[in-house]
């Protein structure tokens, strides 16, 4: 059966199943329209706007020390620019900062790494480098992956990346 892409329906239940309560975001192009506005109007989040993707990552690493779940959303470019956040509040703190990346404009079936774009190029590396899980959901198959990286990053107090590889409908 072919896939039928990804649904912003199934991520959401996947986040919901992964017990995340709050979302901090920052708009971005790949995620925005149809899972971020969904969220705003569901009574099951509490989503905080931020304009700075590293005050989300504190943001969320204090939620977690209140006891709750969070996911950060952002664009890849976001993350890119929050790598000594990414660093200190997640790696070092041992912080479970989960986060839900876009990675605007991939090329559709392209792994990441072998993108025509540079920036995209190198997100998995650094986070190879900094010994960051990541997991790239780019199709409705991938979605299984979600709770369980999730899951995992609570279990060990350490941080994830979910790289959304192409626009939920």
């Known amino acids: 059966m072919p896939d039928?892409?990804?649904?912003?329906?199934?991520?959401?239940?996947?986040l919901k199943q992964a017990d995340i309560r709050f979302v901090?975001?920052?708009?971005?192009?790949?995620?925005?329209?149809?899972?971020?506005?969904p969220m705003l109007n569901d009574p099951d989040f509490q989503v905080v706007q931020v304009c700075?993707?590293?005050?989300?990552?504190s943001i969320c690493a204090g939620l977690y020390s209140a006891g709750h779940r969070s996911l950060m959303m952002m664009q890849y470019t976001g993350l890119l620019d929050s790598i000594n956040a990414l660093r200190g509040v997640a790696k070092e703190g041992r912080n479970p900062v989960c986060m839900l990346v876009g990675l605007l404009g991939?090329?559709?079936g392209v792994p990441p790494k072998?993108?025509?774009?540079?920036?995209?190029?190198?997100?998995?590396?650094v986070l190879d480098a900094m010994d960051v899980p990541h997991h790239l959901v780019e199709q409705g198959a991938d979605i299984g992956?979600?709770?369980?990286?999730?899951?995992?990053?609570?279990?060990?107090?350490?941080p994830v990346v979910l790289l959304i590889g192409a626009s939920p409908r």
């Not at 700075?52 to 990552?57: P, Q």
Request: zero cysteines; a negative charge.
């Open 145 to 158: 992956r979600i709770q369980p990286a999730i899951d995992k990053a609570y279990a060990e107090s350490a």
């Open 4 to 14: 039928e892409g990804l649904s912003a329906a199934q991520i959401i239940a996947a």
């Open 52 to 57: 700075k993707e590293d005050e989300g990552l």
């Open 114 to 125: 072998q993108s025509a774009r540079y920036g995209l190029r190198i997100v998995e590396p």
């Open 24 to 37: 901090v975001a920052l708009p971005d192009r790949t995620t925005s329209e149809h899972l971020l506005k």
């Open 106 to 108: 991939k090329e559709p």
